[in-house]
């Protein structure tokens, strides 16, 4: 049997970032995965998806060219190449990654793993191989979920995960999708097939797509969407789907009304639950609560020599956020404090045009009954915004009215995923407003809106009409 300190289970970004780390710190370290280094989050879900959303992207720039006094003619895409692209990106990342494995000195185990007891791990070798850690930790990651719709196992009914992985998925793009769910997923997915020319529908069950993220947004996006030819039912409960005529037809019922819509292809897009299949051997459990592996501040799960984070623990499900829980918790499990403060937490939409979320939402401050003072700015008064013929955007800040200190921001805007890291570093380090608005930066760029906007708590925004006094 061999032996380690620390057993890592899972080599997405969650649990390659934490073996990293804990070999970087001098643990002797093994890391087992089933599938592909990278995870969900390399093979099947952030780095693919945002490939394919840069192809929509571009291809629905070049319909817009000649407003930047270019001139095409038939310009086509290719599916098929936009599935080898992503998938040249996809396997030049894992390559990395597996290299880095290398150089780390650590142990890797292509195979599945069953825990038997608080230190014991079973690979599934055919030779049942048995490995001995001190330590434990599961970063297994999620699944897609699929609820219990009758039809969903109908043809061309697909998860995100077949979708990316299977170019043949999408045989009808050319038709029409209908996805289920306007959440993260379905709303990149939108974005993407919509550029592409596919008659879109988004079925959602909550009363607004994006639920959990500042209204506003929620507001902006729907109305972007709607424009570029996407239908969107909110309020609406799937009932089942059904094939008729060679098509999918989607029935739901929306305000106690029946409706039917059809569909060449359903995306299903949910959500995803976290993935503990096969995971613990027999007569062997940790404490679960719906289906999600229970852990304390430390990350630490009923058994103390076990850890467990990222998808797996339910908690928030992204991947940067299983990263810096991974580093944390191979810091812990070495003696040493966490390096990464874990409250503030970005969220990123890559949505054209891009979302982003850091701190307290407007109505999350309402129903904590913490005093707060906005300042926005609409991206039209801004230059480079102008230049690249961006949509309409904005960017909000919420400061505590009486510190001014930095609270929260919301953005929808080209680079907002990149842009929201300021409102981070703001938040994690307690600046105020006028703290945030004494930076210079650069001109023309997107991130001048960040100083209009903080500046526009006071009234004191250069680019904006005063504010009535």
């Avoid at 099947?44 to 959303?53: F, S, V, W």
């Avoid at 897609?144 to 039809?151: K, M, S, V």
């Avoid at 043809?155 to 289920?180: A, F, G, M």
Wanted: glycine content about 8%; charged content about 20%; overall charge negative.
């Amino acid at each position: 049997m061999k032996q380690y300190q620390l057993i890592v289970i899972g080599a997405g970004p969650g649990g390659y970032e934490a073996a990293i780390r804990a070999a970087q710190l001098g643990l002797s370290t093994a890391l087992v995965e089933r599938r592909q280094v990278g995870g969900t989050c390399l093979n099947r879900g952030c780095i693919p998806t945002k490939a394919m959303l840069h192809s929509a992207q571009l291809y629905r720039d070049a319909s817009r060219f000649d407003l930047f006094g270019l001139h095409t003619e038939n310009t086509t895409f290719s599916w098929s190449k936009v599935h080898d692209r992503k998938q040249e990106v996809v396997e030049k990342l894992r390559t990395g990654i597996e290299q880095l494995i290398r150089a780390n000195k650590i142990d890797f185990f292509n195979n599945s793993a069953s825990i038997l007891s608080a230190h014991d791990v079973q690979l599934d070798q055919g030779d049942e191989t048995h490995l001995y850690g001190e330590n434990i930790l599961i970063a297994t990651g999620s699944v897609p979920a699929r609820p219990p719709i009758p039809g969903l196992s109908l043809p061309n009914v697909i998860t995100s995960d077949e979708l990316i992985e299977d170019p043949s998925c999408t045989q009808h793009l050319e038709q029409e999708i209908l996805i289920i769910g306007g959440g993260v997923i379905g709303v990149e997915f939108a974005s993407v097939f919509s550029s592409f020319g596919c008659k879109v529908t988004i079925v959602e069950a909550m009363e607004r797509i994006l639920p959990t993220m500042d209204r506003e947004i929620s507001q902006s996006l729907s109305m972007t969407l709607k424009k570029r030819g996407v239908e969107i039912y909110t309020g609406a409960m799937v009932e089942k789907l059904e094939q008729e005529n060679g098509k999918l037809i989607c029935h739901f019922t929306q305000k106690g009304t029946a409706q039917s819509v059809p569909a060449a292809q359903v995306l299903v897009a949910i959500g995803r639950r976290p993935n503990t299949e096969g995971l613990f051997g027999e007569g062997f459990q940790l404490e679960m609560e719906r289906g999600r592996i229970v852990t304390d501040e430390h990350f630490r799960t009923s058994v103390d020599s076990i850890y467990a984070i990222g998808d797996v623990t339910a908690k928030i499900q992204l991947a940067h956020m299983a990263s810096a829980q991974g580093i944390c918790a191979a810091h812990i499990i070495a003696g040493k404090e966490p390096p990464i403060q874990l409250n503030t937490v970005p969220g990123c939409i890559y949505t054209d045009p891009e979302i982003a979320s850091v701190g307290l939402t407007e109505e999350e401050a309402k129903q904590q009954s913490i005093p707060v003072k906005k300042g926005k700015f609409i991206m039209t008064g801004n230059g480079r915004s102008l230049i690249d013929e961006q949509e309409r955007g904005f960017i909000k800040v919420l400061a505590h009215k009486d510190t001014d200190v930095i609270l929260g921001a919301q953005l929808m805007c080209s680079r907002a995923t990149d842009l929201v890291s300021e409102f981070s570093t703001a938040i994690v380090n307690g600046l105020t407003v006028s703290q945030l608005a004494s930076v210079i930066r650069p001109h023309p760029t997107f991130c001048e809106a960040i100083t209009e906007a903080v500046e526009d708590v006071h009234g004191m925004a250069i680019h904006l009409a005063p504010k009535k006094r």
